[in-house]
């Protein structure tokens, strides 16, 4: 089978996609409904129109663009990810697994082959979650992994809902409409840079990912009371920071005593309260990440802080309460589509890593629908979410053959 990817317009196309943007380059800000957003999105279904490929969205802007085949009626192979961007970010996270995914699907269409089951990439809406504080917010109710009114619930920086902010850019289909039929896949296979260096560093070429780790993500709020820095003496304090300062410690502790290199614990976000050099921190805020590939070794470590937290609260007579962001099960790659994988590879005569991922992507979510695997690519120096994010043009087409031959292996099962 003859596949030629068009790796120059695939670079162009990233390229341009990375001007749609609130930041100067080469950084790149895209959140999600802006008015950036809205013409990346236009642009992108201009590209598939111009492919000859259909598309629709759904009522929270998931874009779907398909390349039918023979037995339309078949449940799809589908590919995907996400093209919002953190602020002051790169222009490989996500994109290439759209872009890369439409360049896959406009390969196959070239060679002629015409492929037994549909092939479908699916742009996901607000896989970061720079605007309401969750990720994988579209993929999350394609797979009925929230509740609604969850969603509903959840609001900007400005005070702003979700239901306000999609109907002010044309979503207004009742969310309800969003949750995928069943059977509507066979397969979702997600292509994505590493964002980590093990593959550069084993001068390796492609990555395949056979689980996806997923966080325990929670706040911790501490209140204790505050005053004089000089003037409230030692004893008796109950300084919000210092619990925290402990909690923080207790994270790493709870994550290395798994003994497994896949628990990573991370206390991301301190705020206190007042912020003065001269004042004891009477309240303290921490927002803190867990995860494994190993549900129940993840909610081990989680339930070990929780334990500390409790300890730590009462030794320094501080209040504390807990508000839980999110707790998503680790995910499992298919063993058939591993196989589709390998099976690429082999042809293409290329080296590869069995791997898992610890990042976070929206394939999580798709494992709860259907089959589900990753392809990794390798990013230089496993530099991601930062402006010189950057994956090599022929690291890029290697992943996207690996990609395409991968889908049309799998439309034919």
């Known amino acids: 089978m003859n596949l030629q990817i068009d790796s120059s317009k695939l670079m162009a196309e990233l390229k341009h996609l990375s001007t749609f943007s609130d930041a100067p380059s080469p950084a790149v800000t895209r959140i999600l409904w802006t008015e950036q957003d809205m013409k990346a999105r236009a642009w992108l279904k201009g590209l598939a129109l111009e492919a000859g490929l259909h598309y ?41 697994g759209v872009l890369g995914g439409l360049e ?58 979700v239901e306000t902010a999609r109907g002010k850019v044309g979503y207004t289909a009742p969310l309800e409409t969003v949750l995928l039929p069943k059977n509507y896949y ?24 056979n689980a996806i780790a997923a ?32 909690i923080a410690l207790a994270v790493e502790t709870a994550a290395l005593a798994t003994d497994a290199i896949d628990t990573v614990g991370t206390t991301g976000l301190l705020e206190i309260h007042p912020a003065a050099i001269n004042s004891i921190p009477s309240k303290a805020k921490m927002g803190i990440d867990i995860r494994d590939i190993d549900g129940s070794r993840r909610d081990q ?11 730590v609260a009462a030794k320094r007579n501080v209040q504390a309460s807990i508000e839980l962001i999110n707790a998503d099960p680790p995910a499992q790659s298919d063993p058939r589509i591993l196989e589709a994988i390998r099976s690429s590879i082999a042809t293409m005569q290329i080296s590869s890593l069995e791997m898992v991922s610890r990042a976070y992507h929206d394939s999580l979510f798709m494992a709860r629908v259907c089959p589900m695997a990753m392809i990794f690519i390798p990013c230089r120096g496993g530099i991601s979410h930062r402006p010189d994010e950057f994956a090599a043009p022929q690291d890029i087409a290697r992943g996207v053959e690996v990609l395409a031959r991968t889908m049309l292996t799998l439309a034919e099962q």
Do not use: W
């Open 56 to 96: 629709r969205e759904d009522a929270l802007g998931n874009t779907f663009i398909r390349l039918k085949g023979s037995q339309p009626d078949l449940p799809a192979i589908g590919t995907g990810s996400h093209t919002d961007a953190i602020p002051f970010s790169g222009m490989y996270d996500g994109t290439v």
């Open 104 to 161: 896959a699907l406009r390969a196959i269409k070239r060679s002629g082959v015409k492929a037994k089951r549909s092939l479908e990439v699916l742009m996901f809406t607000a896989e970061e979650p720079t605007r309401f504080g969750l990720g994988c917010l579209g993929s999350r109710v394609l797979a009925g992994a929230i509740e609604l009114e969850k969603i509903r619930a959840l609001k900007d920086s400005d005070g702003i809902d």
């Open 186 to 209: 066979a397969a979702f296979v997600e292509l994505h840079i590493e964002q980590a260096p093990l593959l550069e560093q084993e001068k390796l070429q492609i990555g395949v990912v």
């Open 215 to 246: 966080p325990a993500s929670f706040f911790v709020h501490l209140e204790g009371e505050g005053g004089h820095a000089g003037a409230r003496l030692m004893p008796g304090r109950r300084d919000a920071l210092l619990a925290a300062a402990e």
């Open 301 to 311: 470590a989680v339930n070990q802080v929780l334990e500390t937290i409790k300890k």
